[in-house]
């Protein structure tokens, strides 16, 4: 049989977007950027083309199938495992999903394709965008961020900026920051600048509270975050160590679910249980089955435990 969750993963909890369906839309870290605190370790396909990956019918069927058993989202969010605006069919796809369903449409993207008049027309259906912003200079974005060679920090600008002026939707920025990377006080100043630049409608402040692609990744300790947060604007508020909210019922298909939502990102037990609607010592039988079978890992990250596919 094949895997009806091959391209949707959820519903995840969400901080920024409540009770969140994922959609995958391009393999598995193909990517403009290599960020050094990508929970998904490394890219190991960085490129510009753009391309139909996936195509848009067969994600449309497996969302209706989906949809069709009466799963409660929040949110669509089309984002996943890599850049989906790397997808060329993305518009069509939006369109797709806005005919299937009333639930909102929500882009996770890194914002770097926004300079290309074509992604922006792409993407204009998304109820709401939420790009990253994580340096204020080229040489910090390239530190942070390790971009295809053609991407500028002033692509990464100029192309939110017109994405502002031509977008009707909310555009939600996050900025992730890590210690002694992009937190000193001018770091901080060009980033609230680009940020007044940009206009976005709300600034999402993350730090590194999961396992990074590259060691030496520290998060900016809470205190640090809230202060950063005043400087940036009273539109800017501290998203790290979100608190899960409860996503649903638990389904006969848990492991399958639980799998797929892991090749996506790590999670810690109480993201799974809030996930897949179990108590821990339910939710602990499926990883610990699944960990003896090889299929996932577990890793300590700031005191706590993670678990990621292999």
């Not at 929500?106 to 290309?116: I, K, P, V």
């Not at 992604?119 to 040489?139: F, H, K, M, T, Y």
């Not at 937190?183 to 609230?192: F, S, W, Y």
């Amino acid at each position: 049989m094949a895997d009806r969750t091959r391209h949707l993963y959820g519903p995840v909890p969400s901080r920024r977007l409540g009770r969140s369906l994922g959609v995958d839309i391009v393999p598995f870290k193909t990517c403009t950027l290599d960020c050094i605190y990508c929970q998904l370790g490394k890219t190991t396909c960085k490129t510009l083309e753009r391309k139909e990956y996936v195509p848009v019918d067969e994600i449309r069927a497996e969302l209706k199938t989906f949809l069709d058993t009466g799963v409660q989202a929040d949110y669509i969010t089309i984002g996943g495992s890599g850049e989906p605006t790397l997808h060329s069919s993305l518009g069509r796809l939006i369109a797709s999903i806005k005919k299937l369903t009333s639930i909102p449409v929500a882009l996770l993207t890194n914002g770097t394709l926004f300079y290309l008049p074509e992604v922006r027309a792409d993407c204009a259906g998304a109820d709401v965008i939420l790009p990253s912003l994580d340096a204020g200079d080229q040489q910090t974005f390239e530190k942070i961020n390790r971009p295809f060679y053609l991407i500028t920090f002033e692509h990464l600008v100029d192309g939110l900026c017109a994405l502002r002026r031509q977008y009707r939707g909310q555009i939600w920025l996050e900025v992730f920051l890590i210690e002694r990377f992009n937190t000193d006080n001018a770091q901080v100043a060009k980033l609230a600048e680009a940020i007044h630049r940009i206009c976005p409608d709300k600034v999402h402040l993350n730090t590194a509270v999961r396992p990074t692609a590259e060691g030496g990744v520290e998060k900016v300790l809470p205190e640090k975050l809230a202060e950063t947060a005043r400087r940036l604007g009273p539109n800017c508020e501290v998203i790290a160590d979100f608190v899960s909210g409860h996503c649903g019922k638990s389904t006969d298909n848990a492991s399958q679910t639980l799998l797929s939502m892991l090749k996506r990102r790590p999670c810690s037990l109480e993201d799974v249980c809030s996930a897949l609607g179990l108590v821990p010592s339910e939710a602990i039988k499926y990883l610990d089955v699944l960990e003896k079978q090889g299929a996932i890992r577990s890793e300590k990250k700031t005191g706590k435990t993670f678990f990621t596919a292999c």
